[in-house]
T-cell receptor
Framework: EDKVVQSPLSLVVHEGDTVTLNCSYE??????LLWYKQEKKAPTFLFML????IEKKSGRLSSILDKKELSSILNITATQTGDSAIYLC???????????????FGQGTILTVHP | NAGVTQTPKFQVLKTGQSMTLQCAQD?????MYWYRQDPGMGLRLIYY???????DKGEVPNGYNVSRLNKREFSLRLESAAPSQTSVYFC?????????????FGPGTRLTVT
């Protein structure tokens, strides 16, 4: 069974701290790993990591894919209260016998940043 | 660009009632998806449409039907709502159904079935 596991499940920090969120996966026909940020509404796309792009950076956020360890981390430096959200990790892979890329989500990490 | 839009934002139904959730995207994407999000279960795929004119079942299709009306629009219908269908429903789209294309999500519909 395809599985994506995130840790920690929740994290409370103060503004200015650096956080590292973890994601590990066991999926067949892995193709890419995605990070999303979910506030009150829809998951907002952050990064996609594939074998041809194992490291991405955008402002204070960065992510690395370790295909050997079947894992990824999302780093947020100099956190702000606006970073408070649920961070979702998901893998995209061909679902057997189908014609689409299956998105399998982890449970999410709830990040709370206090002023 | 509005991205992916969904209507309604909230809905309360009585058991046995029917309703249709609407989704539209303006990104000229070929593929569209319907997910439901439940506490502790993550997002699970209900149905998807790899391209205009095709639809297929996802992980949890029972109790739902879909229509890919055109390239922009993909609707989800609950024929006879049940309390187990209380959930938040998200529509998503991607350029193609391939696992190398990220999916973009709409704002969600919070559905309660009493």
């Amino acid at each position: 069974e395809d599985k994506v596991v995130q840790s920690p499940l929740s994290l409370v920090v103060h503004e200015g701290d650096t956080v590292t969120l973890n994601c590990s996966y066991e999926v067949t026909n892995f193709r890419s790993l995605l990070w999303y940020k979910q506030e009150k509404k829809a998951p907002t796309f952050l990064f996609m990591l594939t074998s041809s792009g194992i490291e991405k950076k955008s402002g204070r956020l960065s992510s690395i894919l370790d295909k050997k360890e079947l894992s990824s981390i999302l780093n947020i430096t100099a956190t702000q209260t606006g970073d408070s959200a649920i961070y979702l990790c998901a893998t995209l892979h061909w679902a057997g016998g189908t014609s689409y890329g299956k998105l399998t989500f982890g449970q999410g990490t709830i990040l709370t940043v206090h002023p | 660009n509005a991205g992916v839009t969904q209507t309604p934002k909230f809905q309360v139904l009585k058991t046995g009632q029917s309703m249709t959730l609407q989704c539209a995207q303006d990104m000229n994407h070929n593929s569209m998806y319907w997910y439901r999000q439940d506490p502790g279960m993550g997002l699970r795929l209900i149905y998807y449409s790899a391209s205009e004119g095709t639809t297929d079942k996802g992980e949890v299709p029972n109790g739902y039907n879909v229509s890919r009306l055109n390239k922009r629009e993909f609707s989800l219908r609950l024929e006879s709502a049940a309390p187990s269908q209380t959930s938040v429903y998200f529509c998503a789209s991607s350029e193609r159904a391939s696992p190398l294309y990220e999916q973009y999500f709409g704002p969600g519909t919070r559905l309660t079935v009493t």
